[in-house]
């Protein structure tokens, strides 16, 4: 990778392409149609890459001109190709050379086994611009691809599974590129970009799945997107988080969008203790703000399908001005999408396509006041309590017999009407509440 900018101009190209305007102001993909459901091209080798001649860079072949990946890294200069035929290498590379690219000839053999011996297939430490593609790590105690502190990086078509931390790792560093991801078995994350603002990162068409967290990002954001990936069959799926163990907190800024999330809440996946807490989550933000979650399908979670909830470390980090929209979620145990407390505010939640949420009514809840719903004795009040010393009523609808037993579904408030039946209510919106509909009592039941 000759020019690490170019992932900057690549990022600026997938902004143009996605964004509008609305919800109070904040940026909006212009689509609401979900992903495909059919897995992304992962394991599949790169494409043949063109002629690199022109480059003025040398190709260093791995066996036949260096016995190892580590003596032709060595002896690489910037601008050089370093061109690995299939093998089982048992090493740990370092890499201290800028600008280099690390290429396997295949990606299922060419692979990297750490036998649980070796800490990381490859470290890049300080080497800025360093492309590692199409090849395969496993068995290390840390690492499969690990870059830490630099300027430019990019992992295309690489494959890592079972590894003792994370599989494909960013630490410190900005301006990045993964692509065409396979994680598996890694107890913290199959793929992490952690400690950066701005990351000025992408993670597009990669698989992660049977992970204690398929994605984490500690405290990173700013002009990161998670975009168009499969994220199955872990823990919990993607899980931007605030610690104070990490720089820059708290997270913000990052966007996740068009990706298939689901069944994430695999009691097999490797996890450490750490990731019991977010079991059964699709896409969980823990302590984060400022954060784009849409166009996403999410399916299937025991606990949650979306959430925004504050996080716990030596700080209680709130959550807030999160925007979680135009989204697909089904089927989750607990709620579709849920905003815990306390946060700071400013979270909206519009156009979702789901089914349960907590706390009810959240579209309605979120959509820039603070609701409460209520009933009394032939009514039902909607009251806005932005301003708690000054309530207002928005709306309400009269209820025959006594509507103070009240339970909420989204758009929809249930009343019991005092006479054994139960009152529908529109409230999706506020100051125009209507009745929808009713169930009768039974035939000579009075409640």
């Given at each position: 990778?000759?020019?690490?900018?170019?992932?900057?101009?690549?990022?600026?190209?997938?902004?143009?392409?996605?964004?509008?305007?609305?919800?109070?102001?904040?940026?909006?993909?212009?689509?609401?149609?979900p992903p495909a459901?059919?897995?992304?091209?992962?394991?599949?080798?790169?494409?043949?890459?063109?002629?690199?001649?022109?480059?003025?860079?040398?190709?260093?072949?791995?066996?036949?001109?260096?016995?190892?990946?580590?003596?032709?890294?060595?002896?690489?200069?910037?601008?050089?190709?370093?061109?690995?035929?299939?093998?089982?290498?048992?090493?740990?590379?370092?890499?201290?050379?800028?600008?280099?690219?690390?290429?396997?000839?295949?990606?299922?053999?060419?692979?990297?086994?750490?036998?649980?011996?070796?800490?990381?297939?490859?470290?890049?430490?300080?080497?800025?611009?360093?492309?590692?593609?199409?090849?395969?790590?496993?068995?290390?105690?840390?690492?499969?691809?690990?870059?830490?502190?630099?300027?430019?990086?990019?992992?295309?078509?690489?494959?890592?599974?079972?590894?003792?931390?994370?599989?494909?790792?960013?630490?410190?560093?900005?301006?990045?590129?993964?692509?065409?991801?396979?994680?598996?078995?890694?107890?913290?994350?199959?793929?992490?970009?952690?400690?950066?603002?701005?990351?000025?990162?992408?993670?597009?068409?990669?698989?992660?799945?049977?992970?204690?967290?398929?994605?984490?990002?500690?405290n990173a954001g700013?002009?990161?997107?998670?975009?168009?990936?499969?994220?199955?069959?872990?823990?919990?799926?993607?899980?931007?988080?605030?610690?104070?163990?990490?720089?820059?907190?708290?997270?913000?800024?990052?966007?996740?969008?068009?990706?298939?999330?689901?069944?994430?809440?695999?009691?097999?996946?490797?996890?450490?203790?750490?990731?019991?807490?977010?079991?059964?989550?699709?896409?969980?933000?823990?302590?984060?703000?400022?954060?784009?979650?849409?166009?996403n399908l999410v399916?299937?979670?025991?606990?949650?399908?979306?959430?925004?909830?504050?996080?716990?470390?030596?700080?209680?980090?709130?959550?807030?001005?999160?925007?979680?929209?135009?989204?697909?979620?089904?089927?989750?145990?607990?709620?579709?999408?849920?905003?815990?407390?306390?946060?700071?505010?400013?979270?909206?939640?519009?156009?979702?396509?789901?089914?349960?949420?907590?706390?009810?009514?959240?579209?309605?809840?979120?959509?820039?006041?603070?609701?409460?719903?209520?009933?009394?004795?032939?009514?039902?009040?909607?009251?806005?309590?932005?301003?708690?010393?000054?309530?207002?009523?928005?709306?309400?609808?009269?209820?025959?017999?006594?509507?103070?037993?009240?339970?909420?579904?989204?758009?929809?408030?249930?009343?019991?009407?005092?006479?054994?039946?139960?009152?529908?209510?529109?409230?999706?919106?506020?100051?125009?509440?209507?009745?929808?509909?009713?169930?009768?009592?039974?035939?000579?039941?009075?409640?």
């Amino acid at each position: 990778m000759r020019n690490p900018l170019h992932l900057r101009r690549a990022a600026a190209v997938i902004v143009a392409g996605l964004f509008a305007v609305s919800c109070s102001g904040a940026d909006a993909v212009t689509t609401t149609t979900p992903p495909a459901t059919d897995a992304p091209m992962t394991t599949e080798s790169m494409p043949a890459p063109a002629d690199t001649s022109a480059t003025g860079g040398a190709t260093l072949a791995v066996p036949a001109d260096y016995p190892t990946i580590q003596e032709a890294v060595d002896a690489a200069k910037p601008g050089d190709l370093v061109l690995v035929s299939p093998g089982t290498y048992h090493e740990a590379v370092a890499v201290t050379v800028d600008e280099l690219t690390i290429r396997g000839l295949d990606r299922a053999t060419v692979v990297l086994d750490g036998q649980f011996d070796l800490e990381n297939g490859f470290m890049v430490a300080g080497a800025n611009g360093v492309a590692i593609e199409n090849m395969t790590a496993r068995n290390y105690i840390l690492n499969g691809f690990f870059w830490t502190s630099v300027f430019g990086y990019r992992g295309s078509y690489l494959t890592v599974y079972d590894n003792g931390d994370y599989g494909i790792y960013a630490y410190d560093s900005v301006y990045g590129l993964y692509d065409h991801a396979y994680a598996s078995g890694s107890p913290d994350s199959g793929i992490y970009i952690g400690q950066c603002y701005p990351c000025h990162a992408i993670i597009t068409d990669s698989l992660s799945e049977n992970n204690g967290l398929g994605y984490s990002g500690t405290n990173a954001g700013g002009d990161l997107f998670i975009v168009n990936s499969e994220w199955r069959g872990n823990y919990a799926g993607i899980v931007p988080n605030t610690l104070d163990s990490e720089a820059y907190p708290p997270q913000r800024g990052v966007t996740i969008a068009g990706n298939w999330v689901h069944d994430n809440q695999n009691p097999l996946a490797a996890a450490k203790r750490l990731e019991y807490p977010s079991f059964g989550f699709g896409i969980l933000l823990a302590g984060g703000r400022d954060n784009v979650v849409e166009g996403n399908l999410v399916e299937r979670h025991e606990a949650f399908g979306i959430a925004a909830i504050p996080n716990l470390d030596r700080n209680l980090w709130f959550p807030g001005n999160n925007v979680i929209r135009a989204n697909v979620v089904r089927d989750s145990g607990r709620g579709d999408l849920a905003l815990g407390a306390p946060t700071l505010g400013g979270d909206c939640f519009e156009g979702n396509d789901f089914t349960t949420s907590v706390p009810p009514a959240i579209e309605q809840r979120s959509a820039g006041r603070a609701l409460k719903i209520g009933a009394q004795l032939g009514r039902l009040r909607l009251i806005n309590i932005t301003n708690p010393a000054n309530p207002t009523e928005m709306g309400g609808v009269n209820t025959p017999g006594d509507g103070r037993r009240l339970s909420v579904l989204n758009n929809l408030a249930a009343v019991a009407d005092g006479a054994g039946g139960v009152r529908l209510v529109n409230i999706a919106t506020p100051t125009a509440p209507f009745e929808a509909g009713h169930i009768d009592p039974p035939t000579g039941t009075v409640a």
